[in-house]
Each structure stands twice: as structure tokens, then as C-alpha cells.
T-cell receptor
Framework: KAGVTQTPRYLIKTRGQQVTLSCSPISGHRSVSWYQQTPGQGLQFLFEYFSETQRNKGNFPGRFSGRQFSNSRSEMNVSTLELGDSALYLC?????????????FGPGTRLTVT | GQQVMQIPQYQHVQEGEDFTTYCNSSTTLSNIQWYKQRPGGHPVFLIQLVKSGEVKKQKRLTFQFGEAKKNSSLHITATQTTDVGTYFCAGRFSGAGSYQLTFGKGTKLSVIP
């Protein structure tokens, strides 16, 4: 079974731009969660989608948004990028809601904002 | 907001020594998950604990969930260089009205051969 894939793997953007990251979950998994990982803050939850609906949302500003498609693939968008948005963005998929099921993480997208 | 505190932040051990990381919450957790992230890698699920006082073992790893469901620990017996990485706990707060996981900041384990 193929694992979770994320594209692109690396991205360099300029402050003020916007970016879209993509995540393809493991086949059959209906939940996709997104996390921001930085050395100082660790793993911070962004949001979780299940069957195309946002089920949970972390404490991030409205510049961070996401969506899930009918095939469970998910995208997250960050508008008006700030230097502090530089981080590793991880997505994880699970068969059910993440809090109750094993999550499988993708390799992440390394975003650098200059 | 509610947090899951994880200690220690760093641990250096000689190969063969034991290692323990602790996860503490001020609020009751409905369940707790543990993950391991190797350097340069992504988190990998280790285990989930649900019941009060639950103890689970995976070879040299022992996981415990406290009686009050406010703390958890991961103990590794006789560490090996393959144990190097950051260990994260993640819990869901009971009665929070949401179903999201909150991660601890992790314990980074270094094993000196």
C-alpha cells in the first residue's frame, strides 16, 4: 500500500505571497490532518478534514485554510505569507478521526519564506 | 489553552542504559498516542492508550497511562542506537467539545555508542 504523499517537498516563497500544499492520503483513509512543525513550537495542529468536512481546527489565523476533495486528497493554503510561516508542514491520514486512530504521516513540505 | 507537557526536552544516554519520557496534562485525557520521529524523518505511530492504568509493551518499549488519565510515560530498556529520535505524546482532552490531538513538544533522545 502506498504511503502518504505530499507535494511539493520543498518550497521557497517571498513574504506576502500565497502557497498551496497538497496531500494524498493512503487509499481508503478518510481523515487528513495538517500540522506545522517548527523547532521552537514542535508539532502544532492546523486542521482535520474527514469526508470533505473540516472537523477540527487549531489556533491558527484565518490565513491558513484547507479543503478536502471527494477522493480524500487534501490541500492547504496559506495566504499573505509571513517569515514566521517558515516550517515543515506535515499531513497525516487515518481511517477515522485522528484522535482515535493511528495516523500515518507524509514526508512533509519544507516551506521557507524570505 | 490546554497543553500537554513533556519532559525532559533532551536526554543523552549511553547505549544500554534505560530511558524514560513523561507526558503530563492538567486535564483528563480521553486517550493518548505516542509517536517517534527519526532525524530528518516524519512521525511514526507507536501506540495508543485508552484505559486508566493501562500498560502496553512492545519489545523493549513500555507504555503506561496513569490512573487519573492525566499522565503517561514511555520507558525504553537497554537503549540501542536505533532508538535515536524524538518521541512525542499526543492526547485528546476529555469533554473538550473538540476531537483534536494536542502534541507535547517531544523528548529528543541521543544514544552514545
Amino acid at each position: 500500500k502506498a504511503g502518504v504523499t505530499q507535494t511539493p517537498r520543498y518550497l521557497i516563497k517571498t513574504r506576502g505571497q500565497q502557497v498551496t500544499l497538497s496531500c494524498s492520503p493512503i487509499s481508503g483513509h478518510r481523515s487528513v490532518s495538517w500540522y506545522q512543525q517548527t523547532p521552537g513550537q514542535g508539532l502544532q495542529f492546523l486542521f482535520e478534514y474527514f469526508s470533505e468536512t473540516q472537523r477540527n481546527k487549531g489556533n491558527f489565523p484565518g490565513r491558513f485554510s484547507g479543503r478536502q476533495f471527494s477522493n480524500s486528497r487534501s490541500e492547504m493554503n496559506v495566504s499573505t505569507l509571513e517569515l514566521g510561516d517558515s516550517a515543515l508542514y506535515l499531513c497525516a491520514s487515518s481511517t477515522g478521526l485522528a484522535f482515535a486512530y493511528e495516523q500515518y504521516f507524509g514526508p512533509g513540505t519544507r516551506l521557507t519564506v524570505t | 489553552g490546554q497543553q500537554v507537557m513533556q519532559i525532559p526536552q533532551y536526554q543523552h544516554v549511553q547505549e544500554g542504559e534505560d530511558f524514560t519520557t513523561y507526558c503530563n496534562s492538567s486535564t483528563t485525557l480521553s486517550n493518548i498516542q505516542w509517536y517517534k520521529q527519526r532525524p530528518g524523518g516524519h512521525p511514526v505511530f507507536l501506540i495508543q492508550l485508552v484505559k486508566s492504568g493501562e500498560v502496553k509493551k512492545q519489545k523493549r518499549l513500555t507504555f503506561q497511562f496513569g490512573e487519573a488519565k492525566k499522565n503517561s510515560s514511555l520507558h525504553i530498556t537497554a537503549t540501542q542506537t536505533t532508538d535515536v529520535g524524538t518521541y512525542f505524546c499526543a492526547g485528546r482532552f476529555s469533554g473538550a467539545g473538540s476531537y483534536q490531538l494536542t502534541f507535547g513538544k517531544g523528548t529528543k533522545l541521543s544514544v552514545i555508542p
